[in-house]
């Protein structure tokens, strides 16, 4: 929805799952059911539709408390201009909180949030001038696709010809060219989000907030949106806060990813940083698999990986209960004897199970003490796959492993 104002929305919360005229968001009851008005708006018409950069957004120790529960933890959050940053976590980690705070629609118990520099914190959600996006579209049924889009313009008094030609400007952006004066119900709910979004950037947000915008759409729908929402993010240079729990979506999308676990933070990094080098075991199993062996290290800083004896990072203490990870695609197979390339921890073991899974396969290994090892190998035309029952050499770099001692990285 639009600049996160009250009047630029049906006279209902668009929380997830929610229709335009169905009930408020039920996770958030607060949520506002106010009748519209016009709006002061915060930049004049003409300057709303010059594309703006997007503009940074700080969090500093903001805390959000129900009662007795604290749903948001004393968060600290900076996002560059520009920059795609998704919250990440499960089932009420506090997401969906941080993100109405921003907008507005939840007072923080405690700490400051700041858009462009500016304490936002006690400033009512009209002015904060955040484009949203939900699920649910919560687009008026009543009007056109052309006047839903328009509607945020409106509420801002654009003229017609502005008003239609930034219209116009969108329909395109989004992909939705001639479709203007069909109505939400003609239309397929990768379509409907479409609108919703056009609907966010037709004022030039500097801030555009996601809450599950794919959620509703199927895997294919999802996945041609998510790359339409990048290109239109990157071309309009907007700053956005994303909310997912779907971890893949996550990946492709985002700059950076801030997880989130019982309303606190518990990594923030780039896609790449969190799947290499997770800070805990919570965040290593979020993304992806892992091959872990729980060892005792030993007074020469090694530690046995089943029979395999591997060098742990300097700083574990002898005797210390540590977690030995490697990731199922960082390992490589070669058939038993087979000459052994310098450098690798190398590893006998049999094949217990084999699945071929279009782009690789996956192995189930059993090494030489029965610790079980899964493997997953990208297809190569030059060489036929392992059957169960055959002798194998796992191998894979030392530098692949990461090593966790009561849950913590240690580098
Ligand atoms: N209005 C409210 N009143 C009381 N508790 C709330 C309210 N809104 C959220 N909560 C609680 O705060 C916690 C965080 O909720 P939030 O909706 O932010 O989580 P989330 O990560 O977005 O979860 P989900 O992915 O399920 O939407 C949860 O324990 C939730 O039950």
Redesign the pocket.
């Known amino acids: 929805m639009m600049r996160g104002g009250w009047h630029d929305r049906p006279l209902t919360h668009p929380g997830?799952g929610s229709h335009p005229e169905g009930g408020p968001h039920g996770?958030?009851?607060?949520a506002p059911c106010r009748a519209r008005h016009v709006p002061a708006g915060p930049r004049p018409m003409t300057a709303a539709l010059q594309s703006p950069l997007g503009a940074p957004v700080t969090f500093e120790r903001v805390s959000?408390r129900?009662?007795d529960?604290l749903?948001?933890d004393a968060v600290d959050i900076d996002v560059a201009p520009g920059e795609f940053f998704t919250?990440l976590?499960?089932?009420?980690?506090?997401?969906?909180?941080?993100?109405?705070m921003l907008a507005g629609f939840?007072m923080p118990s405690s700490g400051e949030i700041r858009v462009g520099g500016r304490a936002i914190t006690h400033v009512a959600p009209a002015a904060r001038n955040v484009g949203m996006v939900f699920q649910s579209y919560a687009l008026f049924p009543h009007m056109s696709v052309a006047e839903n889009i328009g509607f945020p313009l409106r509420m801002r008094r654009a003229g017609g010809a502005a008003r239609d030609a930034a219209v116009a400007r969108v329909l395109s952006i989004v992909g939705l060219e001639g479709l203007g004066n069909r109505y939400p119900r003609q239309l397929s709910g990768g379509q409907q989000q479409r609108v919703a979004l056009a609907r966010a950037i037709v004022f030039e947000p500097p801030v555009l907030l996601m809450?599950?915008p794919l959620g509703a759409l199927d895997k294919h729908l999802r996945a041609h949106l998510q790359v339409e929402i990048k290109r239109i993010q990157a071309r309009l240079g907007l700053t956005v806060l994303y909310?997912t729990?779907d971890q893949e979506e996550a990946l492709t999308m985002s700059d950076r990813i801030c997880i989130?676990r019982d309303?606190r933070i518990l990594q923030t990094d780039s896609p790449e940083a969190l799947y290499d080098r997770p800070a805990d075991t919570y965040v290593a199993g979020f993304f992806g698999e892992s091959n872990i062996v729980t060892a005792r290290a030993d007074g020469d800083g090694h530690a046995l990986f089943g029979p395999a004896r591997v060098p742990l990072p300097a700083g574990v203490r002898p005797g210390a209960a540590v977690d030995c990870a490697i990731r199922p695609e960082r390992i490589s197979l070669a058939p038993a004897g087979a000459p052994a390339s310098g450098g690798a921890l190398r590893v006998p073991a049999t094949v217990t199970a084999a699945t071929f899974v279009g782009d690789y396969r996956r192995y189930e290994l059993a090494l030489a003490d029965g610790t079980p090892l899964s493997v997953r190998e990208a297809l190569r035309e030059t060489r036929a796959g392992f059957t169960p029952g055959a002798a194998v050499t796992a191998s894979w770099a030392p530098g692949a492993m990461r090593f966790f001692v009561d849950g913590r990285a240690v580098a």
């Open positions: 997830r996770a958030h009851p607060t959000k129900y009662g529960a749903a948001v919250l976590g499960a089932s009420g980690s506090g997401k969906t909180t941080t993100l109405m939840q809450d599950e909310v729990h989130m309303g």
